[in-house]
């Protein structure tokens, strides 16, 4: 299965500042998602990242609050704006190989105060 | 859309005990369903699946067990030990591939006392 590698891994930001959230994988994969998983709470899909397109957002996220980058088939950046202390969370990377499922980076854990 | 509801949200069981954690699916295309166990601090593993052309799957002491006509899917652990000890989530998908994005349950905290 793929490996992923996730930067940073976790941060205390400033309200009103931004957090840009690195994904790199062994392998070229055709999508990465990014997930929020808040304090004690299940996994929601953010996004969905696609190289050499915009990325395709779930209901409630938006890009301008969340933008992604998709620059070629093994790295993906998620961006956290104008930060809030609602925005504290952990922040999850994932791509899916055929045959083999869908892996999980270790994740970036975000305090915002 | 796609709605995974999963039970229990705790469980605590006797180290050598069984444990089963169940979930229900809505959407009847969905063919895919991942199982993963997260411990505290890290991300989410996955720790056996299965695809919606089988019944039943087993990894040594875990095994994955589908009702696609009733829509719904359990985790089974034997002969559990305290290592055991995580949250687990259960995730449908509509494809068996790996460019569709995973609906998760809510959770199962896993607790086994020695």
């Known amino acids: 299965s793929a490996v992923i590698s996730q930067k940073p891994s976790r941060d205390i930001c400033q309200r009103g500042t931004s957090l840009t959230i690195q994904c790199q994988v062994d392998?070229?994969?055709?999508?990465m998602f990014w997930y929020r998983q808040q304090p004690g709470q299940s996994l929601t899909l953010i996004a969905t990242?696609?190289?050499?397109?915009?990325?395709?957002?779930e209901s409630g996220f938006v890009i301008d609050k969340f933008p992604i980058s998709r620059p070629n088939l093994t790295f993906s950046t998620l961006t956290v704006s104008n930060m809030s202390p609602e925005d504290s969370s952990i922040y999850l990377c994932?791509?899916?190989?055929?045959?083999?499922?869908?892996?999980f980076g270790s994740g970036t854990r975000l305090t915002v105060v | 859309g796609e709605n995974v509801e999963q039970h229990p949200s705790t469980l605590s069981v006797q180290e050598g005990d069984s444990a089963v954690i169940k979930c229900t699916y809505s959407?009847?295309?969905?063919?895919?369903f991942p199982w993963y166990k997260q411990e505290l601090g890290k991300g989410p593993q996955l720790i056996i699946d299965?695809?919606?052309?089988?019944g039943e799957k087993k990894d040594q002491r875990i095994a994955v067990t589908l009702n696609k006509t009733a829509k719904h899917f359990s985790l089974h652990i034997t002969e559990t030990q305290p290592e055991d000890s995580a949250v687990y989530f259960c995730?449908?998908?509509?494809?068996?591939?790996?460019?569709?994005?995973?609906?998760f349950g809510k959770g199962t905290l896993l607790t086994v006392n020695p």
């Open positions: 995730a449908a998908s509509a494809s068996g591939g790996s460019n569709y994005k995973l609906t």
């Open positions: 959407d009847s295309a969905s063919n895919y």
């Open positions: 990242a696609n190289q050499g397109s915009e990325a395709t957002y």
């Open positions: 299965i695809r919606s052309n089988v």
């Open positions: 392998s070229q994969v055709t999508m």
């Open positions: 994932s791509v899916g190989v055929a045959d083999y499922g869908y892996t």
